[in-house]
């Protein structure tokens, strides 16, 4: 017998719930909002291209400026509504107030929990108990770190923001029939795929959705016009977005990186993926991940028993498992087999697997007392799990962001004395402890709005290559004329600007005279070939001059 869902009456449940919410929330990103919480990796570029661009221009920059020159190369990205959150956050709060910056991303994880929330009290809506603890299972996901913590990380929150709330209006007009609840689905799903491409997968999930979970008696026994029907124009949208992401990258999903080892590589990355859904903080000693992980796995195996042991009484929970469990999970996974690994490309993932493992630990069908007093402290245990878990990996991202903070201001401090002109050692990380730190971020994070005046220009600045914007080819083109000065001169002082971990991240400057033939001994012995004006590196190459140079 299906258990048809209906629109939820408990507004008092439901406040509860958000105030639950906002409280979850706020411990875990609270600590984000901070003056000194600066700027790590993507910021720098971002802030940098997009806080003074035109607001005429933001719908096309993605196309434009963004991916052929911000780093070095064609992006095949379509993203002007993030260029948008970038552009307005720094005309609200200021381009370099990192707080403003957090706060939108804070902001839209919670707009996140509460389309979790709204879709679980929406399919299951005499379980708001469950409905709760789903979303706040999703707002302590410890693989949203990124999200919460890191300000570029908000690519995938706001792209969820649109992909849920889609889903959501979706399930709403499957519920009630009503036409424009459709209308604003197919609305908020254009906007989530000029959010991020991996958006597309949302036709099939909508599809997965009526097939596995039909939202009404209505739904059941309608034509297969009323089946149909509402799924063309989400259908020919997909169609027309690849179609103009092949016209302008020459591909529509990265089709071109789907090979036999790519799909090799994704199957033995879910054993990661798997790990970063548990409630282990990622610089946790190892006893505590496993003994996170082993509580957490067992519950859920037990509840599942339970499940399975009852599959009549439990006929309800089973298919809200096969969708948000399985279909979920294997739909929104999906992009990730053409492209890297990170934790935060789970974001939208969660959301569904939130609600499976709230339907496994609280289902609806009455129990006996002892069993219900075991479920809460079931539940109870995972929230307080997952919560440790989040706040220390959120507590990570924010030691670097301060440190990041330290390193940037101590850099111009320490070159006010130095002569305009002279070479410029920045000898910085890409990473630290567990997150992102200078990658990417030269020349951006020496030039304004970041600095006073453009440092890059008044400097012969020399950085590593994983800290440049560009690849190595560029990064060597760009500084290739100071390597060389520097080869040619018997003898000439450089400027160090060297990141000191030990003292909290501020830089400290020290000066080292270069001989030029030495120099050139080392580079050349280094690459096994001359170095001169013609000269082009690859990126092994490149690494190596790099050594040679900062060593």
Same mark, same amino acid.
């Given at each position: 017998?299906?258990?048809? !869902?209906?629109?939820?009456?408990?507004? $008092?449940?439901?406040?509860?719930?958000?105030?639950?919410?906002?409280?979850?929330?706020?411990?875990?990103?609270?600590?984000?909002?901070?003056?000194?919480?600066?700027?790590?990796? &993507?910021?720098?570029?971002?802030?940098?291209?997009?806080?003074?661009?035109?607001?005429?221009?933001?719908?096309?920059?993605?196309?434009?400026?963004?991916?052929?020159?911000?780093?070095?190369?064609?992006?095949?990205?379509?993203?002007?509504?993030? #260029? @948008?959150?970038?552009?307005? &956050?720094?005309?609200?709060?200021?381009?370099?107030?990192?707080?403003?910056?957090?706060?939108?991303?804070?902001?839209?994880? @919670?707009?996140?929990?509460? +389309?979790?929330?709204? %879709?679980?009290?929406?399919?299951?809506?005499?379980?708001?108990?469950?409905?709760?603890?789903?979303?706040?299972?999703?707002?302590?996901?410890?693989?949203?770190?990124?999200?919460?913590?890191?300000?570029?990380?908000?690519?995938?929150?706001?792209?969820?923001?649109?992909?849920?709330?889609? @889903?959501?209006?979706?399930?709403?007009?499957?519920?009630?029939?009503?036409?424009?609840?459709?209308?604003?689905?197919?609305?908020?799903?254009?906007?989530?795929?000029?959010?991020?491409?991996?958006?597309?997968?949302?036709?099939?999930?909508?599809?997965?959705?009526?097939?596995?979970?039909?939202?009404?008696?209505?739904?059941? $026994?309608? /034509?297969?016009?009323?089946?149909?029907?509402?799924?063309?124009?989400?259908?020919?949208?997909? =169609?027309? *977005?690849?179609?103009?992401?092949?016209?302008?990258?020459?591909?529509?999903?990265?089709?071109?990186?789907?090979?036999?080892?790519? %799909? $090799?590589?994704?199957?033995? $990355?879910?054993?990661?993926? #798997?790990?970063?859904?548990?409630?282990?903080?990622?610089?946790?000693?190892?006893?505590?991940?496993? +003994?996170?992980?082993?509580?957490?796995?067992?519950?859920?195996?037990?509840?599942?028993?339970?499940?399975?042991?009852?599959?009549?009484?439990?006929?309800?929970?089973?298919?809200?498992?096969?969708?948000?469990?399985?279909?979920?999970?294997?739909?929104?996974?999906?992009?990730?087999?053409?492209?890297?690994?990170?934790?935060?490309?789970? *974001?939208?993932?969660?959301?569904?697997? /939130?609600?499976?493992?709230?339907?496994?630990?609280?289902?609806?069908?009455?129990?006996?007392?002892?069993?219900?007093?075991?479920?809460?402290?079931?539940?109870?245990?995972?929230?307080?799990?997952?919560?440790?878990?989040?706040?220390?990996?959120?507590?990570?991202?924010?030691?670097?962001?301060?440190?990041?903070?330290? @390193?940037?201001?101590?850099?111009?401090?320490?070159?006010?004395?130095?002569?305009?002109?002279?070479?410029?050692?920045?000898?910085?990380?890409?990473?630290?402890?567990?997150?992102?730190?200078?990658?990417? #971020?030269?020349?951006?994070?020496?030039?304004? !709005?970041?600095?006073?005046?453009? +440092?890059?220009?008044?400097?012969?600045?020399?950085?590593?290559? !994983?800290?440049?914007?560009?690849?190595?080819?560029?990064?060597?083109?760009?500084?290739?004329?100071?390597?060389?000065?520097?080869?040619?001169?018997?003898?000439?002082? =450089?400027?160090?600007?060297?990141?000191?971990?030990?003292?909290?991240?501020?830089?400290?400057?020290?000066?080292?005279?270069?001989?030029?033939?030495?120099?050139?001994?080392?580079?050349?012995?280094?690459?096994?070939?001359?170095?001169?004006?013609?000269?082009?590196?690859?990126?092994?190459?490149?690494?190596?001059?790099?050594?040679?140079?900062?060593?």
């Amino acid at each position: 017998m299906h258990d048809a !869902p209906v629109a939820p009456t408990s507004t $008092r449940t439901a406040w509860w719930s958000c105030a639950v919410l906002v409280a979850l929330c706020l411990a875990v990103g609270l600590q984000t909002v901070r003056s000194d919480n600066y700027f790590l990796g &993507d910021d720098f570029g971002l802030v940098h291209h997009l806080h003074d661009l035109p607001a005429g221009r933001l719908l096309t920059y993605f196309v434009s400026d963004w991916t052929e020159g911000a780093y070095g190369f064609e992006l095949d990205e379509l993203r002007p509504v993030l #260029a @948008f959150s970038y552009w307005l &956050d720094a005309h609200l709060f200021g381009a370099i107030n990192t707080s403003g910056y957090h706060v939108t991303n804070l902001v839209l994880h @919670f707009l996140n929990a509460l +389309l979790v929330l709204a %879709i679980a009290r929406s399919v299951a809506p005499r379980e708001p108990l469950a409905a709760a603890l789903a979303a706040s299972l999703f707002v302590l996901m410890p693989s949203h770190a990124e999200p919460v913590a890191w300000i570029s990380g908000r690519v995938d929150s706001l792209a969820s923001l649109f992909y849920l709330g889609a @889903f959501l209006c979706f399930v709403r007009f499957r519920l009630v029939n009503r036409s424009w609840w459709l209308v604003a689905a197919f609305l908020i799903f254009a906007l989530a795929l000029f959010a991020k491409q991996s958006a597309v997968t949302l036709p099939v999930l909508l599809m997965a959705f009526d097939w596995l979970w039909p939202a009404s008696e209505d739904s059941r $026994r309608g /034509s297969l016009k009323a089946h149909v029907w509402p799924h063309v124009p989400f259908v020919i949208l997909t =169609v027309g *977005y690849l179609a103009l992401r092949h016209a302008l990258f020459d591909n529509a999903v990265r089709e071109d990186l789907l090979t036999p080892e790519t %799909i $090799r590589a994704f199957i033995l $990355r879910q054993d990661s993926y #798997a790990r970063e859904l548990m409630p282990t903080p990622n610089e946790a000693p190892k006893p505590f991940k496993l +003994l996170a992980e082993v509580l957490t796995v067992g519950t859920l195996v037990i509840c599942l028993g339970w499940v399975l042991a009852r599959r009549r009484a439990f006929g309800t929970a089973i298919r809200r498992l096969l969708f948000f469990g399985v279909a979920w999970y294997a739909i929104t996974i999906a992009p990730m087999v053409v492209t890297y690994f990170s934790a935060r490309h789970l *974001y939208i993932t969660t959301a569904g697997l /939130s609600i499976a493992m709230a339907t496994l630990v609280l289902p609806a069908v009455p129990v006996e007392p002892h069993r219900r007093r075991v479920r809460a402290a079931m539940a109870g245990t995972l929230i307080a799990l997952y919560a440790v878990a989040s706040i220390w990996n959120v507590s990570g991202w924010v030691a670097t962001g301060i440190e990041s903070q330290r @390193f940037a201001a101590g850099v111009s401090q320490l070159l006010r004395p130095v002569p305009r002109g002279s070479v410029v050692f920045v000898a910085v990380p890409e990473w630290h402890h567990a997150g992102w730190f200078w990658s990417w #971020a030269s020349p951006f994070a020496l030039k304004p !709005p970041f600095t006073e005046e453009d +440092l890059t220009e008044a400097f012969r600045i020399v950085e590593r290559p !994983p800290t440049y914007c560009c690849p190595p080819d560029q990064w060597w083109a760009a500084r290739k004329a100071t390597v060389t000065a520097l080869m040619e001169s018997p003898a000439q002082e =450089v400027t160090i600007i060297e990141f000191a971990p030990e003292k909290g991240g501020a830089p400290v400057v020290r000066r080292r005279t270069i001989d030029g033939r030495e120099l050139k001994r080392r580079i050349e012995g280094a690459l096994g070939k001359p170095v001169d004006s013609g000269t082009t590196l690859n990126a092994e190459e490149a690494t190596k001059l790099s050594e040679a140079l900062f060593d």
